[in-house]
Structure formats: C-alpha cells, structure tokens
C-alpha cells in the first residue's frame, strides 16, 4: 500500500502561480513512477505530467509544456508540480498516483485538491 497526501491547491488569478506537493508514505518511494492528473467538473481525468523514479525523465501534456514543472525528492518521499500562467480552464481536483516502472496503470491515488483558477 502507498499513501499519498497532495497539499497547495488553492485559489489564484489568471497567469498566477501555485506550487502542488504530494507527500507519500507505506512502500518505497523511489520504486514508483509519479504522475500528477487533473479533473475539470463534467471532463475525464487527464494525466498531466509523470516523471521517472529517478526524477531524471519526465513527460508532460502538450498543454502545460513550458509551464508546469514536475520534480521529486525521494528523500522527502515527496513529488512537487509548479504550475505558472495558470488559465482559467485549468481549473479542476489535482491528483497524485503511482505506478510500477513498466506497468501503465496507476495504482494508488491521492485524495486530490482542488486548484481554481479565476478570471
């Protein structure tokens, strides 16, 4: 089992900034590839950027390229997202999930926290 806790939602203007971290507890945490996903009300959930057990490979949605920013420090047992010029749009429950290294699908999952986005 892996606990995971995802903090720093909130509520920011247009174009502003907020850092998301997701702290994880249980099994080893440098075992997991991390990725971070979004659900707008009435829309699927999206991945929107993973990144490797190392922290040295990371993949990121075509929407947030060049303004979000996924790290990880595994002596934290903690993934950070940083999340610039924030559009309205963007607005949705933020997660944090895990997965075996070669294994598509995320095996445990956040409680999520909400990120609005206002005009």
């Known amino acids: 089992q892996v606990q995971l806790v995802e903090s720093g939602g909130g509520l920011v203007q247009a174009g502003g900034s907020l850092r998301l971290s997701c702290a994880a507890s249980?099994?080893?945490?440098?075992?997991?590839?991390m990725g971070w996903f979004r659900q707008a009300p009435g829309k699927e959930r999206e991945l929107v950027v993973a990144?490797?057990?190392?922290?040295?490979?990371?993949s990121y949605a075509d929407s947030v390229k060049g303004r979000f920013t996924i790290s990880r420090d595994n002596a934290k047992n903690t993934v950070y997202l940083q999340m610039n010029s924030l559009k309205p749009e963007e607005t949705a429950v933020y997660y944090c999930?895990?997965?075996?290294?070669?294994?598509?699908?995320?095996?445990?999952w956040g409680q999520g926290t909400q990120v609005t986005v206002s005009s």
């Open positions: 990144i490797s057990r190392s922290g040295s490979t990371t």
């Open positions: 999930a895990v997965r075996q290294e070669g294994i598509l699908v995320y095996d445990y």
């Open positions: 249980g099994r080893t945490f440098s075992n997991y590839v």
